[in-house]
């Protein structure tokens, strides 16, 4: 693949931006993030075109990379601050754990999937990125490098794994999408002490499941 970021797709991306902003999207460190990020290298190529549509699309394994919008909102739920150490279960494409590293945080993130995993860890350094990636499964969490400042699923669940629970900091926030297959809502979950955990909804969206387990190929 060439790893080709022209004039033109720094213009789209502008653009892309600003769509953002209009939707509400305030975090300016997230915008500039977005702004930087050559999202369409973490396409297949049949939709490289569309890469900068405010849109889901395809990565292969049955998968999806985030509309911007969603990766957006989510991010600016965690409210993060530089250098805390942030979990994302689901890498995919591994543009949600770039923009993650943009905002100068410590990520860790982990992948079901072999073939995901793979394509990631080669794919991520090539562009300058480097995130600990992991190949498991995020309903376990990452119990030897917790706890976690934050914790970002970008698969939506049926319910919220108490492994994540227990490996956010006090004060820490995790952000995972909870529903049936056809609807989730964005749902913070803060732990306020080491057993009181606080609970707030962000409203509807649509995200790939959340399976357990590993996929091997
Ligand atoms: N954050 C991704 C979006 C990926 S879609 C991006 O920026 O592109 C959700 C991803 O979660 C898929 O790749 C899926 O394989 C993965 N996933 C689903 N259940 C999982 C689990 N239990 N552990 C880890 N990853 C999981």
Partial sequence: MALND???????????????KTKGIRDQNILDAIGKIPRHLFMESTFINFAYKDQAFPI?????????????????LLQIEKNEKILEVG???GYQAAVLVELGVKVFTIERQKELYTRVQKFL?????????????????????APFDKI??????????????????????????VGN???????VITRITENIFKTE???????VPLLKGTVNV
């Fill in 91 to 93: 890498t995919g494409s």
């Fill in 60 to 76: 292969g394994a049955g998968q999806t990379i985030s509309q911007p919008y969603t990766v957006a909102f989510q991010t600016q």
């Fill in 125 to 145: 350094p090539e562009i300058g990125y480097n995130p600990a990636i992991f190949f498991g499964d995020g309903y376990k969490g990452l119990p030897d490098f």
């Fill in 152 to 177: 970002l699923v970008t698969a939506g669940a049926t319910f919220v794994p108490e492994e994540l629970k227990n490996q956010l900091k006090i004060g820490g926030r995790l952000v995972i999408p």
């Fill in 6 to 20: 022209t004039l033109r797709h720094k213009g789209m991306r502008k653009k892309l931006v600003s769509s953002l």
């Fill in 201 to 207: 909804k962000y409203g509807g969206f649509i995200f």
């Fill in 181 to 187: 297959s056809k609807r989730q809502e964005m749902t």
